[in-house]
């Protein structure tokens, strides 16, 4: 069962124009929701995050929107750079009761390649 | 930088062989944890600790045990390992103060031939 879902396994977008990362969730326990890059032969990096209270965050040019009521999320870039392709995992956190471990659970991940 | 190497970075093995992978964190953080990153798959959570000696179990544990038994130290042992388990791993803790936010290290690639 996977709970945390990215349909798309890539992306394609000319450097310069908007990239949309898009991001499915099943458990409505979730209140915190993370994006992470990747690079090949690295680990993840985290990029920026979003808690369930707000329904977006900005960071630079890259922008969270949360969508609770259709447990949705999608990452934004914008402008898209040739420095931006890689792997990119959404991941969510959430207890129901058993204390504040942390845990996340990971989406597949989406393959971004911007073009010059 | 979370302070976070891994060792080895590269390992292959034979089947039924022990393995122990080791994740070492400068930064004393009390929450460290094991992924596994498998292509269509995501990471997936194998094991966690919360503490020296605290463990728990993630989504994918089976076949793996763990062990902490300093803060900078937690090492991932497949007590025998099959090729199910040829993946990538990585060692992740998490951010002080509460946040869920999580920094990895490098990985360690591993081979079961």
């Known amino acids: 069962d996977q709970q945390v879902k990215q349909n798309s396994p890539s992306l394609s977008v000319q450097e310069g124009r908007i990239s949309i990362l898009n991001c499915d969730y099943t458990?409505?326990?979730?209140?915190?929701f993370l994006w992470y890059k990747k690079y090949p032969a690295e680990g993840p990096t985290f990029l920026i995050s979003?808690?369930?209270?707000?329904d977006k965050n900005e960071d630079g040019r890259f922008t969270v929107f949360l969508n609770k009521s259709a447990k949705h999320l999608s990452l934004h870039i914008v402008p898209s750079q040739p420095g931006d392709s890689a792997v990119y995992f959404c991941?969510?956190?959430?207890?129901?009761?058993?204390?504040?471990?942390?845990?996340?659970?990971f989406g597949q991940g989406t393959t971004l390649q911007v073009k010059p | 930088d979370a302070g976070i190497t891994q060792s080895p970075r590269h390992k292959v093995t034979e089947t039924g062989t022990p393995v122990t992978l080791r994740c070492h964190q400068t930064?004393?953080?009390?929450?460290m944890y094991w992924y596994r990153q498998d292509p269509g798959h995501g990471l997936r959570l194998i094991h966690y600790?919360?503490?020296?000696?605290?463990?728990d179990k993630g989504e994918v544990s089976d076949g793996y045990s763990v062990s902490r038994s300093k803060t900078e130290d937690f090492l991932l042992t497949l007590e025998s390992a099959t090729s199910s388990q040829t993946s990538v791993y990585f060692c992740?803790?998490?951010?002080?103060?509460?946040?869920?936010?999580?920094?990895f290290g490098p990985g360690t690639r591993l081979t079961v031939t």
């Open positions: 930064e004393n953080h009390r929450y």
């Open positions: 600790s919360y503490g020296v000696k605290d463990t």
């Open positions: 992740a803790i998490r951010g002080q103060g509460g946040t869920y936010e999580q920094y």
């Open positions: 458990n409505s326990m979730f209140d915190y």
């Open positions: 991941a969510a956190s959430g207890e129901n009761g058993s204390g504040n471990t942390g845990k996340l659970i």
């Open positions: 979003i808690s369930s209270i707000k």
